[in-house]
């Protein structure tokens, strides 16, 4: 199994919770007979979380263990992974949560299991600055799944629906994309820097590391802070903000000295993309840092566009772009045909017309139109990744 295939999958997964995310768009407008939004809701969040992300960073961390030489022993592990994804998508928009659906998605946090193990093994042939981080996001994998193995339990003694049932959810959440997939991003990038000989300072990452670790462990009491928690949660949570604050200023420490060499490395389609990705992490880690204030997280919890909102500055301003511009550089995607970096350019602008008019819709003014504009303008985002995933190859891995 090659990083490349792998990469090619994840992009028709995302294309596919594209796809799936305009549809709910729609609902809201327009109905559709037949179709549950909660049952679509929930296709939706596991394809992009494991069909898109957990996908191509599976990608990106065997591009870096075997850059693209195929790997057999882990082609049968991915077929199964594509099974469970395969299955999720069939029985979910049907059924919501119910045996089918819960055997595939059981079936895949069983997969990840054998991957992080493997992985974890594989991963001493990698720099320790490397190695530090991408064994942090497999605990914090590990971890998460404690959410979902929960339920059961959860729903036959107090039911679903209640507030632990759904802080077993945000659990999950909050340790798979604030966990799993930072750190793993992280990897990526040190080992970025480590192939293009641009020297990182070892303590600046020692310390950066550490404090994203801190802040991650006590930021699960931020998710917790809709129920209205003795006032303890609160204070955890204000520190998990603050050092996570304290962690983005070590994150500028080190890219400021490195960004001019860095520049330089890669084309210009990837350096706009690394901006965005950088100004979207540092907008996330201010969120979760005023979320700890009372107030703030009351607001977060009743106005349902400010959490969408925020899912969506993670997933389509802190991830995914982030992914494009990492497999561009490292020359397994190119955005160098007119059509693809006319996609980069849809994509990029949709992301941001409509995560302004998620979170602003009342200061905006906008009325009944809403549902009709904010569908419009997801189409671009649609458009966009088509057009990058399916754009001509023209550049050769390196």
């Known amino acids: 199994m090659q990083a490349k295939t792998i990469w090619r999958v994840a992009l028709a997964f995302f294309i596919i919770s594209a796809v799936l995310g305009l549809v709910l768009r729609l609902i809201f407008f327009k109905p559709i007979a037949g179709l549950n939004y909660q049952y679509l809701l929930h296709t939706h969040s596991h394809i992009i979380l494991l069909g898109w992300v957990f996908n191509a960073l599976m990608a990106g961390v065997h591009f870096m263990l075997f850059r693209n030489k195929s790997n057999k022993k882990f082609f049968v592990l991915f077929l199964l992974f594509q099974i469970s994804l395969l299955g999720m998508l069939f029985t979910f928009p049907f059924q919501g949560y119910a045996a089918l659906s819960i055997t595939f998605s059981t079936l895949h946090i069983v997969l990840s299991y054998f991957w992080a193990v493997w992985v974890w093994r594989e991963a001493k042939s990698l720099p320790k600055l490397v190695r530090a981080p991408l064994k942090a996001g497999l605990i914090y994998l590990v971890l998460s799944t404690i959410g979902p193995f929960s339920l ?77 928690p003795p006032a303890i949660f609160y204070i955890i949570g204000a ?57 703030v997280a009351s607001l977060a919890y009743e106005v349902r566009n400010y959490t969408v909102g925020y899912l969506h500055l993670v997933f389509l301003g802190v991830l995914s772009p982030f992914l494009l511009a990492w497999f561009n550089v490292t020359g397994l995607f190119s955005i160098n045909t007119i059509s693809k970096k006319l996609g980069l350019g849809i994509f990029l602008v949709g992301y941001l017309i409509t995560e302004v008019m998620i979170v602003s819709q009342k200061q905006l003014g906008i009325g009944t139109d809403y549902y009709q504009l904010l569908f419009g303008f997801s189409v671009l985002l649609l458009v966009g990744i088509v057009l990058l995933a399916l754009g001509k190859q023209q550049n050769k891995l390196r």
């Open 239 to 295: 520190v998990a903000g603050l050092v996570q604050l304290v962690a983005l200023g070590y994150l500028f420490k080190i890219i400021k000295p490195i960004w001019p060499a860095f520049k330089q490395k890669i084309g210009r389609p990837a350096q706009i993309i690394f901006h965005i990705v950088i100004l979207s992490f540092a907008l996330k880690v201010f969120l979760q840092a005023f979320s700890a204030i009372p107030s």
């Open 152 to 228: 059961g339990p959860i729903i036959a003694k107090i039911g679903p629906g209640s507030d632990t049932y759904f802080m077993a959810i945000y659990y999950y959440l909050h340790f798979l994309y604030n966990g799993a997939f930072i750190f793993m991003l992280i990897s990526l990038f040190f080992w970025l820097m480590n192939e293009m000989g641009v020297a990182i300072k070892s303590t600046l990452a020692e310390r950066f590391l550490l404090l994203m670790n801190i802040s991650c462990v006590l930021g699960v009491s931020l998710s917790a802070l809709w129920m209205k």
